[in-house]
């Protein structure tokens, strides 16, 4: 299935669909960084495992810049003037089959460096360089105002920590578990999902 048969979704293909982005295109350079955009995202659900997190924050932080492979704009560029909305594309994929709590770990994994980077100034420090170049492109650190409708997401504790994962998930040669190994959980999520769906 590729991309332009995305209607034909639904909750009994999507995770096959997942993995065959995984498979055809997870080998692609997650530019700026030592990994490949599948390790980026695979070490991202092994840090949240390892933490004891939920399936569902593995899930997420699994799926966060999934949107790098359906996004219309194609992939981020160091060479980049203007930012991409990955995050919302991958939200919008993923609305339909998965609960809000992980389409806003998603939609606000971008919006979450902004945040801690205006609230907690040692977490820039901690940034790769390419990271501080999109930090740039997406609008620096948020204004207070920004700070304060962030915060006002009930969600807001479970963002934070898969962007966490999100930065702990950019280290060369670290071995993960395939994408099969988190299949099962990600079942889990979307047929739950389904079923407060048709409640
Ligand atoms: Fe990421």
Request: proline fraction near 5%; include cysteine.
């Amino acid at each position: 299935m590729s991309n332009s048969d995305v209607t034909s979704l639904n909750p009994r293909n999507i995770v096959a669909f997942l993995e065959d982005i995984f498979e055809r295109r997870g080998s692609e350079e997650y530019l700026g960084e030592p990994v490949t955009m599948a390790e980026h995202m695979l070490q991202g659900a092994h840090f949240a495992e390892e933490a004891g997190e939920p399936e569902i924050i593995i899930v997420a932080a699994l799926l966060h810049d999934v949107g790098h492979f359906t996004s219309e704009f194609g992939m981020f560029s160091m060479d980049d003037t203007k930012d991409k909305l990955h995050e919302e594309a991958g939200a919008q994929v993923l609305q339909r089959f998965f609960p809000s709590l992980v389409t806003d770990c998603v939609r606000h994994h971008v919006a979450a460096k902004r945040y801690l980077c205006a609230t907690r100034p040692e977490y820039y420090s901690l940034l790769s360089e390419a990271s501080i170049h999109s930090l740039n492109l997406q609008g620096g650190p948020m204004n207070s105002d920004e700070v304060a409708k962030f915060e006002a997401n009930p969600n807001l504790d479970q963002i934070i920590r898969v962007r966490k994962y999100d930065e702990a998930g950019k280290q060369a040669n670290f071995k993960t578990r395939p994408f099969s190994h988190y299949a099962p959980m990600i079942q889990r999520i979307v047929d739950a999902f389904e079923l407060h769906q048709t409640d």
